[in-house]
């Protein structure tokens, strides 16, 4: 049987820090994927991700009975993340491989092309914006844990995440030229 995220937390805080390593195995790599996405800097994101269960160790006594693994750690990327970038501005954006198999090389070109759009698009966005977005759709944390994490009402956190979206796709729309419905004018009729 797996032991759960707390249960090891906790066995790490008991003393038992062989349980870390499972942690680091099971995180690593979503953290990594935060400062990633959040700076567009693979070597920073490295760094920064190996800060963060240093910190956890370092901190593994704040790790109550209540607490939820995934916030606590991501409470202290968040607090990494802002004592490291106080007066920094995220680099540009540097471009992925996109695999898609199937489709013809002009379309692998458009979809490349579409996801660098929105690539930037993310990184314009207001650093709480982006951060919200990053915390909802990429690591796919629940609004109640988003809630927590923010100290806010789970309803703002709806509320938020959707202006941000809203404010994300009018910045796509706008970088890649593309009208959105709302922009194609009707035709007048006399």
Same mark, same amino acid.
């Given at each position: 049987?797996?032991?759960?995220?707390?249960?090891? #937390?906790?066995?790490?805080?008991?003393?038992?820090?062989?349980?870390?390593?499972?942690?680091? /195995?099971?995180?690593?790599?979503?953290?990594?994927?935060?400062?990633?996405? #959040?700076?567009?800097?693979? !070597?920073?994101?490295?760094?920064?991700?190996?800060?963060?269960?240093?910190?956890?160790?370092?901190?593994?006594?704040?790790?109550?009975?209540?607490? $939820?693994? =995934?916030?606590? #750690?991501?409470?202290? *990327?968040?607090?990494?993340?802002? $004592?490291?970038? =106080?007066?920094?501005?995220?680099?540009?954006?540097?471009? /992925?491989?996109?695999?898609?198999?199937?489709?013809?090389? !002009?379309?692998?070109?458009? /979809?490349?092309?579409?996801?660098?759009?929105?690539?930037?698009?993310?990184?314009?966005?207001?650093?709480?914006?982006?951060?919200?977005?990053?915390?909802? =759709?990429?690591? @796919?944390?629940?609004?109640?844990?988003?809630?927590?994490?923010? !100290?806010? @009402?789970?309803?703002?956190?709806?509320?938020?995440?959707?202006?941000?979206?809203?404010?994300?796709?009018?910045?796509?729309?706008?970088?890649?030229?593309?009208?959105? *419905?709302?922009?194609?004018?009707?035709?007048?009729?006399?």
């Amino acid at each position: 049987m797996e032991l759960t995220d707390k249960t090891l #937390m906790l066995a790490v805080k008991a003393g038992d820090l062989d349980q870390f390593g499972v942690l680091f /195995q099971r995180h690593h790599n979503a953290i990594f994927a935060f400062f990633y996405r #959040m700076t567009a800097d693979a !070597s920073t994101s490295e760094d920064l991700t190996q800060e963060v269960f240093i910190r956890m160790l370092k901190y593994r006594n704040t790790f109550g009975e209540d607490s $939820d693994l =995934r916030g606590w #750690m991501y409470q202290i *990327a968040r607090n990494l993340r802002a $004592d490291h970038f =106080r007066h920094r501005v995220p680099q540009a954006a540097l471009l /992925q491989e996109i695999q898609a198999d199937h489709a013809s090389p !002009s379309q692998r070109l458009e /979809q490349k092309e579409r996801v660098a759009v929105l690539h930037q698009a993310l990184l314009a966005l207001p650093e709480d914006r982006r951060e919200l977005l990053i915390l909802a =759709r990429y690591e @796919e944390m629940k609004y109640e844990q988003i809630a927590a994490l923010l !100290s806010i @009402e789970v309803g703002a956190v709806k509320v938020r995440v959707h202006r941000a979206l809203r404010e994300l796709r009018e910045m796509f729309f706008k970088m890649s030229g593309e009208e959105t *419905a709302c922009d194609v004018k009707k035709p007048t009729t006399i």
